[in-house]
């Protein structure tokens, strides 16, 4: 049985994409991304938090660059406890990680617009998953006629800019949610774009592990893997709402 | 005041001017700076007050070397004096802005200082300097400096932060950022990694001024300009200064190092017509320009092995600084044509709070209408005067009497001798 720390739950489609770290040698951890018996995508009820440990027997896995991470399974089964967050950022130092962009995945980022998401080539990348400091973060929303969706910018300590990041943060996702329907009840008294770029914004810049992972999607049409925030620290926090 | 032209009355004229600092007077002969009697501060308080009495324009600055630091010498240099210079109040300024045109708002400001305080005694003791120095010789009580991963870029977006949330400005509105930073060595240049920092957006433009500790005000004069052929733009006014890396080397001497604190400044400026609903102050005229007479009082160069070099004559550089800052505010008055007794508050460069004493008497300015940035804070470069602004502008705000316009004067110097002055309300 292997053990890893789950460190990123993301949305993908309809289901959930989840990424674990494991130690690798003496103090360092390496990311893996359990796949489920059944397609590559957790059920949404997946009952496992960040920071859990999970134990899983590991099944041939035949993961094709970048995602390199990938590690078939029969499944996860709770074990041990739970790390508290500032743990967690602490040992997501301690695997992948870059301060500048060319290091995150090890290869060239491209932009087809100016201020738009940047993707990697999938034979360029030699993996899929990276954490790194942030210096600062602003975000933009889009409301979609289902559902508000999240965009961030990130400033590496490079100083480098990371534009139009998908968040794709789980909890990032249920938050905003929560935002949203708060901010219909209030009848327009609050303005969104001030809440998250003054009032969270702040919260997140104050925070000492202010980290991000950045993760890369499969390749789409045009062999393009584009970049997204699989996970912003610190995590949102239901106290955050009250102002709202 | 006419000139004293006999050694009598010279003598008297210099007795006086030690006697404001030193009681029982010396002997004439007496070397008042060898001896220990006056500290070097208290000798340029000397030199200036003569300068006051007698009208000579930068008695004393530079002190030949060959000349004995005494009363004797003192009245021996007043009557070599043959005449006094002309004054800048006459006109021989420079002035940028025109009257009329299109007024300029400090919509927002913000300050922020290192975190760590270090006192007085702490810099004597880390840079062995003799007991005092700091605390007496130059004024000051404490220094702020730059905790680990504070760095000019650090300090200037928590500044930025502040001055974009007062303005209610979000940075998307951002049309570019005027930024300055002596300590900020390398490419991308500061404005530059400052643009990237705050995530403006990528059709913003970003600006670097030079000018050391005249940069604020040079780099307000730029964006002013800038925002004129820009109606509805909004520029954003950055300095930032962490001297307490920049100036760590051995070569630099410690009574140097151990007057200068780290910190950053910003500004949000639009055009206050599309700001009509918003009161503030207006960004006026400056004055500007350059005394090489003085150049060689401080020098900071890289040397070929990316050591520092200093040159530092204090007692030159602190009687340039007083003398030129009361000639900008002399220049300021003429300018707005509002004499110094009616001007709010004074936004000053301060090489340390005894420079600000001697230039307040000497300028006849109450010392309260100085916010004295330097005396907690150290010499902050190009922050200083900022720094003073925002107190002065906080102090305003927090007043509420909304029945007058306030009147502000800002007043820099820096190497070589860049000078520069503004006046706001």
């Known amino acids: 049985m292997r053990e890893l720390i789950l460190s990123d739950i993301t949305e993908m489609g309809a289901g959930l994409c989840v990424i674990g770290i494991e130690p690798a040698t003496e103090n360092l951890f390496r990311s893996v991304r359990p796949i489920p018996p059944q397609g590559f995508g957790w059920d949404r009820s997946f009952p496992h938090q960040r920071g859990s440990a999970v134990c899983f027997e590991s099944r041939p896995t035949s993961g094709s ?105 789980r909890e990032w996702r249920c938050f905003m949610d929560e935002v949203m329907q708060r901010l219909a009840k209030s009848g327009g008294r609050f303005d969104l774009d001030r809440y998250l770029n003054r009032f969270i914004r702040h919260k997140l810049l104050q925070s000492l592990h202010a980290f991000a992972r950045v993760g890369l999607t499969r390749p789409e049409q045009g062999n393009k893997c584009w970049l997204m925030l699989d996970s912003l620290f610190p995590q949102p926090d239901v106290s955050w709402l009250d102002i709202l | 005041m006419s000139l004293p032209i006999d050694l009598e009355t010279a003598l008297a004229t210099a007795r006086a001017s030690v006697a404001n600092r030193l009681t029982p007077l010396p002997k004439d002969d007496v070397d008042l700076v060898e001896t220990d009697a006056l500290d070097s501060m208290g000798w340029v308080d000397a030199l200036i007050s003569i300068e006051s009495a007698t009208g000579i324009r930068d008695f004393g600055n530079p002190w030949p070397d060959d000349r004995p630091k005494s009363i004797q010498a003192l009245a021996e240099m007043i009557c070599e004096a043959q005449k006094p210079a002309p004054d800048i109040r006459s006109g021989e300024c420079h ?89 900020f060595l390398g490419f991308p240049s500061f404005a530059a990694s400052l643009h990237s920092r705050l995530l403006l957006r990528e059709t913003s433009g970003a600006l670097d001024v030079g000018g050391a500790c005249t940069g604020l005000i040079y780099s307000f004069a730029v964006a002013k300009s800038l925002l004129r052929s820009r109606p509805q733009g909004v520029a954003l006014v950055v300095a930032a200064e962490v001297h307490s890396r920049r100036l760590n080397a051995p070569q630099v001497p410690g009574e140097f190092r151990g007057l200068f604190g780290d910190g950053a400044c910003a500004f949000v400026l639009t055009n206050a017509a599309i700001d009509a609903r918003k009161g503030g102050v207006r960004l006026r005229e400056f004055v500007w320009g350059c005394s090489g007479a003085y150049a060689s009082s401080l020098g900071v160069k890289v040397s070929e092995n990316a050591g520092l070099i200093v040159q530092f004559k204090g007692e030159q550089l602190a009687h340039a600084a007083v003398t030129e800052m009361n000639r900008i505010i002399g220049a300021l008055e003429s300018l707005s044509a509002k004499p110094r007794g009616e001007v709010d508050y004074f936004a000053l460069h301060q090489p340390n709070p005894r420079v600000v004493e001697i230039l307040a008497d000497k300028a006849r300015i109450p010392l309260e209408r100085i916010p004295l940035v330097s005396k907690a804070c150290g010499n902050l470069g190009s922050v200083t005067c900022g720094a003073g602004l925002c107190q002065a502008l906080a102090s305003l705000h927090e007043s509420g009497d909304r029945s007058r316009i306030p009147l502000i004067f800002m007043a820099a110097v820096a190497p070589g001798l860049l000078w520069g002055g503004a006046f706001l309300n």
């Open chain 1, 65 to 169: 660059p970048p995602h390199t991470e990938d590690q078939n399974t029969h499944g996860l089964q709770a074990s041990g406890t739970r790390l508290s967050e500032f743990e967690l950022v602490d040992r997501l130092q301690r695997a992948e990680v870059s301060t500048d962009l060319e290091g995150l995945f090890a290869c060239e980022l491209r932009a087809d617009s100016s201020g738009g998401n940047a993707w990697v080539d999938p034979g360029e990348a030699s993996r899929s998953i990276c954490g790194c400091l942030y210096r600062n973060v602003r975000f933009l929303v889009f409301q979609d006629p289902n559902r508000v969706t999240l965009r961030a910018r990130l400033v590496l300590t490079s100083g480098e800019t990371l534009n139009s990041l998908p968040v794709v943060d």
């Open chain 2, 95 to 183: 002035r940028a802005g025109t009257q009329g045109e299109s007024e300029i708002l400090i919509g927002g400001w913000g300050c922020t200082l290192g975190s760590r305080t270090v006192n007085a005694e702490q810099i004597e003791r880390d840079l062995a300097l003799p007991l005092s120095k700091i605390r007496d010789g130059a004024g000051m009580e404490s220094v702020r400096v730059a905790a680990d991963g504070e760095d000019e870029l650090a300090l200037a977006q928590r500044a930025a932060d502040n001055a974009l949330e007062m303005a209610e400005v979000a940075v998307e509105q951002i049309d570019f950022v005027v930024a300055t930073s002596t300590t």
